[in-house]
């Protein structure tokens, strides 16, 4: 196991899913940028409920960086080519939102 840090945009929008014994999950996809101007796509699940609220709340380019368990791996594209992927179990999660809630939070604890 990786523990890693990734911050990257969204690719489209996260999708609930339910697992065994009706347990929920969330998936989604980040596209992160590389050294070069190049992609990689990050493939991201979490299992907590607040973690899950957090990324359903996201839409589809926003911005967000996500810490957890990484897997790399290796995928093919439609032209035979194979790419670099990796896989994310998310433990923490970081979006603007959260930044603009703690920001306006010391801004009226300042006013006090």
């Known amino acids: ?16 899913r339910q697992g065994q014994a009706a347990s929920h999950y969330v998936t989604c996809k980040l596209r992160v940028a590389l050294a ?5 796509f990050c493939n991201v699940i979490a299992f907590d409920d607040t973690l899950q609220a957090a990324l359903l709340a996201l839409g589809d380019g926003d911005a967000v960086s ?28 970081l979006t603007v939102y959260d930044v603009q809630k703690k920001r306006d939070a010391l801004q009226v604890d300042d006013l006090n």
């Open 1 to 16: 196991m990786i523990d890693a840090l990734i911050a990257g945009r969204m690719y489209g929008q996260a999708q609930q």
């Open 36 to 40: 070069g101007g190049d992609t990689i």
């Open 66 to 93: 996500v810490s957890g368990a990484l897997t790399p791996k290796i995928w093919e594209d439609k032209q035979g080519n194979t790419r670099p992927a990796v896989d994310l179990i998310a433990h923490a999660i």
